[in-house]
């Protein structure tokens, strides 16, 4: 496996289930992310985390849950999800090195996303 | 607040026709520009980051320009292996890793 990948590709969950989906990262990166991806909506970033530990909370509800377990894997647990949650969510991952002058210089590299259709 | 807008929302073109994808950014310090490119049902795929204005990169038939309000993505002669939607994010010098992304330009180019 090269990359970033994500499974499963496709989900579709009832309201009351749990769930969770899985990333993996085999770029040797330190960061991951987690994005929603809805239609006519731009990427909304969910969740940062740095050296495994999160760094970045952006007002998610408490129904979505992270877990970086170490720095290759980032899971979204997911449970009592509403329809309104039905997205391709994406995974990332980045180099976070500090170039000259203190600026930081990283891309993100994505996963190809999980398909998600809540009913 | 940062913001990226992206123009036109689509753009059809015949092959070999070139033409330029905008993105107009407001942003509290400009730390990077990127442009990525997503196919359906993919995730976004990196082409380009910009960091200052006057930067341009090119690879194959794109390039990718910077100024201080606004970046462009010019294609030329494109091919229909190039449709696809071309996202434009910036970040900003805050210290935050958060990318703000614009919606997209879905271009498609006819053969």
């Known amino acids: 496996e090269t990359g970033v990948t994500q499974t499963p590709r496709h989900l579709v969950m009832g309201m009351t289930n749990k769930k969770s989906l899985k990333c993996e990262q085999h770029?040797?990166?330190?960061?991951m992310y987690w994005y929603k991806q809805s239609a006519k909506k731009p990427l909304e970033l969910m969740f940062v985390?740095?050296?495994?530990?999160?760094?970045e909370n952006n007002s998610v509800p408490s129904r979505f849950s992270p877990e970086c377990p170490n720095s290759s894997h980032l899971f979204l647990h997911l449970h009592t999800l509403q329809p309104e949650d039905s997205a391709l969510y994406l995974c990332?991952?980045?180099?976070?090195?500090?170039?000259?002058?203190?600026?930081?210089?990283?891309?993100?590299?994505f996963g190809p996303g999980t398909r998600l259709l809540v009913l | 607040e940062d913001q990226v807008t992206q123009s036109p929302e689509a753009l059809r073109l015949q092959e070999g026709e070139s033409s330029s994808l905008n993105c107009s950014y407001t942003?509290?310090?400009?730390?990077?520009l990127f442009w990525y490119r997503q196919d359906p049902g993919k995730g976004p795929e990196f082409l380009f980051t910009?960091?200052?204005a006057g930067e341009e990169k090119e690879k194959e038939r794109l390039k990718a320009t910077l100024t201080k309000k606004e970046s462009f993505l010019h294609i030329t002669a494109p091919k229909p292996e190039d449709s696809a939607t071309y996202l434009c994010?910036?970040?900003?010098?805050?210290?935050?890793?958060?990318?703000?992304f614009g919606k997209g330009t879905k271009l498609t180019v006819n053969p």
């Open positions: 990332a991952s980045s180099q976070r090195d500090r170039g000259l002058a203190g600026a930081i210089k990283e891309t993100q590299y």
């Open positions: 770029l040797g990166h330190n960061a």
């Open positions: 985390y740095s050296l495994e530990e999160r760094v």
């Open positions: 942003v509290s310090g400009l730390r990077g």
């Open positions: 910009l960091y200052s």
């Open positions: 994010a910036v970040r900003n010098q805050g210290g935050s890793e958060k990318l703000v």
